[in-house]
Every structure is written in structure tokens, then in C-alpha cells.
């Protein structure tokens, strides 16, 4: 009876608490890796969103042109009913016109979120009438080409 017992032991496996440890640490590594790259793929995305909003109301201003002989000089005379201001899809920008006249304008997409990274890069893209793009702490080579 005692041969059965033993015998059954030495067949059980199980995890043993080092096994456990090391499979912790590993997950713990491969998530210490990931996290900032995954990070910087959605400040980027949404970077592109506040980017892609300063592009279109550039091109609705173009269209307020032709229409109107002068720039809008306010969102709410270039949205119409849509207010005088506009946030993007996820809420990081706010898009607003700055320094327009009937014959300039800038449109400027300032950054709302709470990503510390992107107060210190930037915090504000902006394009004017003769399409020269900007950006503000960091230059446009920084926020407009990545």
C-alpha cells in the first residue's frame, strides 16, 4: 500500500512557485518593453488626428475664399452652425483661428491631453494662408513629418 502512495507522488506535477517567478518576471520584462513604444504609437496617431483637422479647416478656409472674396475670421463664421470651436474626434486638440484678416489667417490645433510628452513637443501645430506649417515648443520637423 505504502509502494501505491509513492508512487503516485512521483507522477504528480505541478508549478512550483520559481517556475511561477520566473514566468512573472518575463511577462514583467516583455510589458516594460512594449508600454513606451506602445505609448508613442498613440501619441503619434493622435498627433495625426490634430494634424489632419488643421489640414481640413486650411482647405474650408480656401473654400470660404472663393466664396466669400475674404478669410473666415473666426471658427464659428467658418463652421456656421458648428460653433466657434471645434476638439477633435478623441478630444486631445482644440482647433481654433488665430491672427486671420480678410486677407490671412492660421489655423492652430492646440493640444488638450494629458500626455506630458507632448506639452514639452507639440503642444501646438498650426498652417497659414501660403501653407507654411509650424509648431510650437518643437519645430515642424519634429510634430508635421513623423
Not at 505504502?2 to 503516485?8: D, F, I, S, W, Y
Not at 460653433?83 to 484678416?101: D, L, P, V
Amino acid at each position: 500500500m505504502m509502494h501505491g502512495l509513492v508512487a503516485m507522488r512521483a507522477e504528480q506535477r505541478g508549478v512550483t512557485l520559481i517556475e511561477l517567478m520566473i514566468v512573472v518576471v518575463v511577462i514583467a520584462l516583455l510589458a516594460a518593453i512594449g508600454y513606451p513604444s506602445y505609448a508613442a504609437y498613440t501619441l503619434r496617431a493622435k498627433r495625426t488626428e490634430g494634424r489632419s483637422a488643421v489640414i481640413r479647416y486650411a482647405g474650408e478656409q480656401e473654400k470660404f475664399l472663393l466664396t466669400n472674396n475674404t478669410y473666415a475670421t473666426s471658427m464659428a463664421q467658418l463652421r456656421g452652425a458648428g460653433g466657434a470651436s471645434f476638439t477633435t474626434e478623441s478630444g486631445q486638440y482644440e482647433i481654433s483661428i488665430r491672427n486671420a484678416t480678410a486677407s490671412t489667417y492660421e489655423i492652430v490645433a492646440t493640444y488638450r491631453g494629458t500626455a506630458a510628452t507632448e506639452t514639452t513637443t507639440c503642444q501646438e501645430m498650426s498652417i497659414n494662408q501660403d501653407a507654411e506649417f509650424a509648431s510650437t515648443p518643437k519645430g515642424p520637423e519634429t510634430c508635421w513629418d513623423r
